[in-house]
């Protein structure tokens, strides 16, 4: 069975509950994993059923746009990994607390909970370019992104995976890690007109792209922000 378009294919208000459901899992995950900090497995954990759960709905339902926006967060999410060599090796600010299976200089679960952010944040933001035009939609999920990663980052640090230092900080987030995370969010309305259009290698393509611009965006707001 390939996966295509097909009957099978769910309405929007359907595939938006999805994404919803989701990302009400990874929230509450996450907050529960700050409060036990039992470090890489509660992030392993997650990581890995999320993926499996949008996996499974994109061929049950052969939903080409979500297997594209999958092929597309998973090439950034592993091409991330040299803006984590970056941080770790070359800024010195962030720090993977160890445990667990590492690929370079990051956990093996970090390119495919890229993954599942990216997936979430570029569905979000093709739905807002939807209602409100790509501009407008492209400001709201940088937005968005922005003010969603501090929490992010004080869980993390609470759950023992990794955290920060020697830079000007927000709490336990680093100011350069918000203005880079807006900067990341706000290319991904542009990336998803070109996502939906269904073809599988130019998803792949530009999820490399978007993959070398998490690096360049945390290195432009390093030298503005640190």
Not at 157 to 174: C, E
Request: glycine fraction near 8%; charge should be neutral.
């Amino acid at each position: 069975m390939s996966l295509q378009p097909s009957a099978l294919l769910p309405n929007v208000p359907e595939r938006h509950r999805f994404v919803l459901l989701t990302l009400l899992i990874v929230l509450g995950w996450n907050f529960a994993s700050s409060l036990v900090g039992w470090g890489w497995l509660t992030a392993t954990t997650i990581t890995f059923v999320v993926v499996g759960l949008y996996v499974i709905y994109a061929w049950r339902y052969h939903d080409l746009f979500m297997a594209n926006i999958l092929l597309f967060s998973l090439a950034a999410g592993w091409t991330e990994l040299l803006a984590d060599h970056w941080l770790v090796d070359v800024t010195g600010t962030l720090v993977y607390i160890p445990g667990g299976p590492f690929v370079w200089r990051s956990p093996l679960y970090m390119p495919f909970a890229w993954m599942v952010v990216t997936t979430q944040l570029s569905y979000i933001g093709w739905w807002l370019s939807k209602r409100f035009g790509i501009i407008p939609a492209s400001a709201m999920i940088a937005l968005i992104g922005a003010i969603n990663i501090p929490l992010y980052e004080q869980w993390a640090k609470g759950a023992d995976w990794w955290f920060y230092r020697n830079t000007p900080m927000l709490g336990s987030t680093p100011w350069f890690i918000i203005g880079g995370e807006f900067l990341i969010a706000l290319s991904l309305p542009a990336a998803m007109s070109i996502v939906e259009r269904g073809c599988m290698r130019m998803s792949i393509v530009v999820g490399l792209l978007q993959g070398m611009w998490i690096w360049g965006a945390y290195g432009l707001a390093f030298l503005l922000l640190s």
